[in-house]
């Protein structure tokens, strides 16, 4: 079994910060990408930020968030984050992550695992 616990959402206000948190555990060879979406009600789901495996990743930002928001991994603790800088009202959402899995060596495919969300509320 694998999982994906996400952590660190809240309510904050506008122009402050929160730093999400995702934390795969389980039966685990090796990560490729990772990422993190999100989920505002009404709305259509959104790809924020992805993070690529490797000693010097690459990223990629939506356009809503480049500036705002980092992401980052920890290689060693199956983890990856989420700086999110300058939130503003629209960042309310659900926030999810994800993860491209390899289960076990030899196993030659990789397979996408997600997290179960966490609320970020952006109010005064």
């Known amino acids: 079994q694998v999982q994906l616990v996400e952590s660190g959402g809240g309510l904050v206000q506008p122009g402050g910060s929160l730093r999400l948190s995702c934390v795969a555990s389980g039966s685990i060879y090796t990560i490729n990408a990772m990422g993190w979406y999100r989920q505002a009600p009404g709305n259509e789901g959104e790809l924020l930020a992805t993070?690529?495996?490797?000693?010097?990743?690459?990223?990629n930002y939506a356009d809503s968030v480049k500036g705002r928001f980092i992401i980052s991994r920890d290689n060693a603790k199956n983890t990856v984050y989420l700086q999110m800088n300058s939130l503003k009202p629209e960042d309310t959402a659900v926030y999810y992550c994800?993860?491209?899995?390899?289960?076990?060596?030899?196993?030659?495919?990789?397979?996408?695992?997600w997290g179960q969300g966490t609320q970020v509320t952006v109010s005064s």
């Open positions: 993070i690529s495996a490797g000693g010097s990743p690459h990223t």
């Open positions: 994800n993860a491209d899995i390899l289960r076990r060596a030899g196993a030659g495919v990789y397979y996408e695992y």
